[in-house]
């Protein structure tokens, strides 16, 4: 199993550009939820889903969308990047929720300049 | 919604020394608490976790302490080694009430050989 993997590893934006994080894993859990890291601030959720078709918004949830078509995949989508979103973002997957164990990737680390 | 505070954000100690880590929530509803360790350029790891119906939980050097009345957990290092050295972040979830992970401000340990 390659566990829960996320492309690209590193980006750089210029203000206003859109992009898509990628984020996918190969367990069959039903929830996915997105994080950023930021210094002394611990991750962040962003966004969640309990299962294909079904997300729901996280603490900091504005500036950023997300889908669930698949199981597998659950992308996250910068609508008109800012200097503010410049973080680490991690994905990451369990078998049903919060309170089961939670696989992360290994990040990207997206600059806004 | 949930908050999680943890102390301190930075902890140096020599090796075969203990470490603690504290951590503070405010929902009375939260009902599971993780601890993950996030090593240098890698996603957090889920260490040992702890749920409401338990006080305290071991696992090898490493053990979990919560006291729901006061909305208190931690967690404790024993004989810590070098590799040991590593962020260390505590969170809370109230389960399928919420099904969202809150996630502390994480602990940089350092180990002293």
């Known amino acids: 199993n390659a566990g829960v993997t996320q492309t690209p590893k590193f980006q750089v934006l210029k203000t206003g550009q859109s992009m898509t994080l990628q984020c996918a894993q190969d367990m069959n859990h039903e929830y996915m939820s997105w994080y950023r890291q930021d210094p002394g601030m611990g991750l962040r959720l962003i966004h969640y889903?309990?299962?294909?078709?079904?997300?729901d918004q996280g603490e900091v949830p504005n500036g950023y969308n997300v889908s669930r078509s698949t199981t597998e995949d659950f992308p996250l989508r910068l609508l008109s990047a800012a200097p503010s979103q410049t973080s680490v973002y991690f994905c990451?997957?369990?078998?049903?929720?919060?309170?089961?164990?939670?696989?992360f990737g290994p990040g990207t680390r997206l600059t806004v300049l | 919604g949930e908050n999680v505070e943890q102390h301190p954000s930075t902890l140096s100690v020599q090796e075969g020394d203990s470490a603690v880590i504290k951590c503070t929530y405010s929902d009375s509803a939260s009902n599971y608490f993780p601890w993950y360790k996030q090593e240098l350029g890698k996603g957090p790891q889920l260490i040992i976790d702890i749920r409401s119906n338990v006080g305290e939980k071991k696992d090898q050097r490493i053990a979990v302490t919560l006291n729901k009345t006061a909305k208190h957990f931690s967690l404790h290092i024993t004989e810590t080694q070098p590799e040991d050295s590593a962020v260390y972040f505590c969170?809370?979830?109230?389960?399928?009430?919420?099904?969202?992970?809150?996630f502390g401000g994480g602990t940089r340990v350092l180990v002293k050989p």
């Open positions: 990451a997957s369990s078998y049903t929720g919060a309170t089961d164990t939670q696989y």
């Open positions: 889903s309990v299962g294909a078709g079904i997300t």
């Open positions: 969170a809370a979830s109230r389960g399928a009430a919420g099904n969202k992970l809150t």
